[in-house]
């Protein structure tokens, strides 16, 4: 028996004999997962009460158009994340070619562009009225759009692929870090064992970093579901269009949140469909001896198609609707950096910033909760709390200040009754209460790249570090959290970005007086001044670079970190 | 051990550091305890009330403090019961106004200048909700392609003759819905589903973008006519930033349906003050400011809307359209069918 098989058994004997029934450590995990979860119960809690009973009406007229079109922006913007993302990730992490190191981060930078402006942008391009068709008109001679055949850009296909542009940045990341993070050992095990180079990926590398990349298509797919911006834009009419209509239409916010809990189901399913046919796999790094994967020189047509592969996400995701805002927004730039441009722009980094803390905060706490006592409550909470991802922001907002209001209003009530004085809304319409509702909808992005991170590291070394005496919060800040500051960063980064993207919880939410670069692309927009919106967008962009190389340095970091200490 | 302690100790601090951060920046916020202002819940964005708020401000004295959301408004009001700090709610479209008013979260205002500046069709016969500028929803036509008279009332719009000529944008758009619900108020919902099935049978193209994107296709030949607001007509002539847009808006002449019979169906923007409004008095002053010539004639030409209050002067472009015959109906009435217009727009699949 090694020293490491010895420190399991006594870990493992500790956590069934020594410990107690229940530590602060899975009561504060509990406690801080049951607040989030509020609003997603809230959100449920309405269900409950509709107006009217709205199904009957929906299943004899829409609702079959509403489901069919939403699965299938799910499994298209899923599939074409996954081939986008993994096959770039793969590339980067394992091939050598010219351009190589720039697309290492480079390859993230469409996360910082919304969907929506994507969308908008493409559309000014690719509609009749743009110059592509206005130049295959002149080319041949055309007049009416009865003369030929163009593909229409507001469309399903067009939602899907403006959704993946934007979105197969997740799946880059966590399936880059976790190529990353495996040891050539295991590799060079199905070399010698005589598999070739796909069957090195296939067979060893992709089910090694199925965990990751299932966590990043699953984040893609909630943010698909919640996405109402451009499915609107392109009258795509999906579950979301159907949870508005209900609302704001038929004045019936039940129906709404019932259809709201009804893609819940959706995303529970498709997470729990993944998590049973990988039930028994559980994948740790039992070696400290980690070699980093060889890079290979790729030549002639491979080399072209490496380069290509990785040239048109990045040309199509960032790079061309930049080039488009920069041109909408000239002649527009004294008008936007004129008017309180610069307390706008610190609005949004000072509530994405908070965000971003907080929601890290939240997820070690829970992420190192589940890994210290597991146990199926805490599991279910947290699973639970972060569904907040999945439900449309405009609806979850809701569910945010219905209990606030509610906490307002009973402290005023009783300290009317006592002092005889009101104490007003003390957190409704707060910045405060814009960063929790920040929380409650990103806490999925934060736990996700915290959780798939400590889940690699070996219980070995708990077990071993218990056994010299360490308490478990020691081991977090000895042991594991060095280990997964990078993933930490990349959790934070995240939330940071999609907290700059965020327009609909803030819409609602908001104090008076009170703008963000968000809700400014937004105000214009939809004036359709989008001249004045494009300088907004363009600092949302700008913001969201500057972390997003950060994120990918950090994680080619934690690669040459994990090496590097394996071989002192 | 110590160290560990020291660090949650660190960790502790560092929160409450952020919380108290977070708490400053609260108080920064302007809320009802300033001097002398009105807050406002507004469904209009800030750049097109900004300007003669600031004009309410420099005549009253009173500061406007402004949050802009569209959905969810009600909700929050809702929600934060009594100690709303939302004096007044100022909105577009009837149903918003009485959707409000049906969840009780606004109070009846008696004023006399509101009384004499806005006629009573335009205001809650209870005084729950004011009417301040109005606009029509009208046809778009080609101007060579569609023949003078060809289309002079929506229902002509169901008719064969219009078979692929037809764009539109969404038929949930509270504007489509607000239409629909005049035609249910006017002839019936059966009369009106049969209306909806005829105009999406006539379709150019599933229906999509704003109603300035449907003028822009009739310019580009995707089709013939279009349902519009009038107000887009005059961002359109007199867009100098994308001045391409005067060139959609010189394409199509504008059309006042339903001329010879009940009239074309009008919607107004509106504002009202909420149920538990700490500062009534300057919200009723900010309303009737709302009302008079100076801020009708600013807030309608702005906007390119028709003001409430009769002699005010229109904007000249708006005047050059002509003046119309509008549908007399209370709006009040209309917004009583706005869910059965949506259910409507389901069943003929109109997006779909």
């Known amino acids: 028996m090694n020293v490491s098989q010895a420190a399991a058994t006594i870990g493992q004997s500790t956590r069934v004999g020594l410990r107690p029934l229940i530590d602060g450590w899975t009561i504060s995990s509990i406690l801080v997962a049951a607040l989030v979860a509020i609003p997603i119960v809230t959100v449920i809690g309405l269900a409950f009460s509709p107006e009217e009973n709205i199904w009957p009406h929906l299943a004899s007229t829409v609702l079959p158009r509403y489901v069919t079109t939403t699965l299938a922006l799910m499994v298209g913007v899923g599939i074409g994340t996954l081939f986008i993302g993994v096959g770039t990730a793969w590339i980067v992490t394992t091939c050598s070619f010219p351009g190589r190191k720039i697309f290492e981060w480079a390859l993230l930078l469409p996360l910082a562009i919304p969907a929506y402006v994507i969308a908008f942008l493409y559309t000014d391009i690719l509609e009749f009225a743009g110059p592509i068709q206005g130049a295959l008109r002149e080319l041949f001679g055309w007049v009416t759009p009865k003369d030929y055949w163009f593909p229409e850009i507001r469309s399903l296909g067009g939602a899907i692929i403006m959704m993946t542009l934007v979105l197969y940045p997740y799946v880059y990341m966590l399936a880059r870090a976790a190529f990353l993070e495996q040891s050539l050992g295991v590799l060079e095990v199905s070399r010698t064992l005589g598999r070739g180079p796909w069957h090195a990926f296939f067979d060893v590398a992709l089910p090694l970093a199925r965990p990751a990349i299932v966590i990043g298509v699953s984040l893609v797919m909630m943010e698909t579901l919640n996405d109402f911006g451009t499915v609107d834009f392109f009258a795509v009419g999906t579950l979301t269009l159907g949870v508005f209509d209900v609302w704001m239409n038929m004045n019936n916010v039940g129906g709404a949140a019932q259809i709201a809990v009804l893609m819940l189901v959706f995303v529970l399913l498709l997470i729990g469909a993944e998590r049973f046919a990988r039930r028994k796999q559980r994948f740790h790094h039992t070696t400290t001896r980690h070699k980093n994967l060889p890079r290979r020189e790729v030549r002639g047509w491979f080399k072209f198609g490496a380069f290509l592969s990785c040239m048109l996400p990045l040309l199509m995701g960032f790079l061309f609707p930049v080039a488009l805002l920069i041109n909408g927004a000239l002649g527009h730039f004294e008008d936007a950096l004129g008017s309180g441009f610069l307390a706008t722009a610190g609005n949004s980094l000072m509530l994405s910033g908070l965000a971003a803390v907080c929601a890290l905060a939240v997820g070690v706490l829970l992420a190192y909760g589940l890994r210290l006592r597991g146990g199926n409550f805490l599991n279910a909470i947290t699973r639970f709390a972060s569904l907040g991802y999945a439900i449309p922001g405009a609806v979850l907002a809701i569910g945010v200040i219905i209990p606030m209001a509610w906490l307002d209003n009973s402290i005023d009530a009783i300290v009317r009754q006592e002092f005889g004085v009101s104490t007003g809304l003390i957190l409704s319409g707060t910045i405060f209460a814009l960063v929790f509702g920040y929380v409650v909808r990103f806490l999925a992005l934060s736990v996700g790249a915290i959780e798939q991170s400590l889940g690699r590291i070996t219980h070995n070394i708990d077990g071993a570090a218990r056994t010299l005496g360490a308490s478990p919060s020691k081991i977090l800040m000895k042991v594991h959290l060095p280990i997964i500051r990078g993933s930490m960063l990349t959790a934070a980064i995240l939330v940071f970005v999609d907290g700059m993207k965020e327009l609909p919880m803030t819409v609602i939410m908001r104090p008076f007086n009170f703008e963000t670069l968000a809700t400014q692309v937004h105000q214009f927009a939809a004036a359709e001044q989008f001249g004045q919106a494009a300088p907004p967008a363009l600092a949302i962009v700008a913001t969201g670079i500057l972390p997003v190389i950060l994120l990918s340095l950090a994680i080619t970091h934690s690669r040459k970190h994990l090496g590097g200490e394996g071989a002192e | ?352």
């Not at chain 2, 002509?322 to 003929?348: H, P, Q």
Request: aromatic residues 8%.
């Open chain 2, 1 to 352: 051990m110590t160290r560990v302690n020291t660090k949650i100790n660190r960790i502790l601090h560092g929160t409450i550091a952020l919380g108290s951060l977070a708490v400053t920046t609260i108080s920064d916020i302007p809320v009802a305890k300033a001097a002398e202002v009105v807050n406002l819940y507004s469904y209009r964005q800030p750049f097109l009330i900004k300007p003669f708020l600031d004009v309410f401000t420099k005549k009253t004295g009173i500061k406007v403090n402004v949050v802009f959301a569209k959905k969810g408004m009600l909700q929050r009001l809702k929600a934060e019961g009594r100690n709303t700090p939302a004096d007044a709610v100022l909105t577009v479209d009837i149903s918003r106004l009485s959707a409000l008013a049906n969840a009780e979260l606004l109070q009846p205002i008696k004023s006399k200048v509101l009384e004499k500046n806005i006629p009573a069709q335009y205001r809650h016969p209870d005084g729950i909700w004011f009417g301040l500028t109005t606009r029509a929803r009208i046809v778009y036509a080609h101007k060579t392609r569609v023949k003078p008279g060809e289309v002079a009332s929506y229902e002509d719009l169901a008719k064969p003759h219009m078979k692929g000529r037809i764009c539109t944008r969404s038929g949930k758009h509270a504007y489509n819905l607000s239409l629909l619900a005049s035609i249910i108020a006017a002839k019936g919902e059966k009369a009106a589903t049969d209306w909806a099935r005829g105009v999406k049978a006539n379709l150019a193209r599933r229906p999509q973008g704003n109603d300035r994107a449907q003028v822009k296709a009739i310019k580009e030949g995707v089709c013939d006519v279009s349902l519009g607001n009038t107000y887009y007509m005059g961002a359109m002539a007199t867009n100098e930033k994308k001045p391409v847009q005067k060139t959609w808006a010189a394409a199509v002449n504008v059309v006042f349906p339903g001329q010879n019979e009940r009239g074309t169906h009008v919607n107004i923007s509106g504002a009202a003050v909420t149920e538990h409004a700490k500062n009534k008095a300057n919200a009723i002053k900010l309303l009737e400011f709302l009302s008079e010539n100076f801020a009708q004639k600013m807030y309608a030409e702005q906007n390119f809307e028709y003001p409430v209050k009769a002699g005010v002067e229109w904007h000249p472009l708006v005047a050059s359209w002509g003046k119309f015959k509008a549908d007399t109906i209370n709006l009040n009435e209309i917004s009583k069918y706005r869910a059965t217009a949506a259910k409507i727009m389901d069943r003929v699949d109109f997006d779909g």
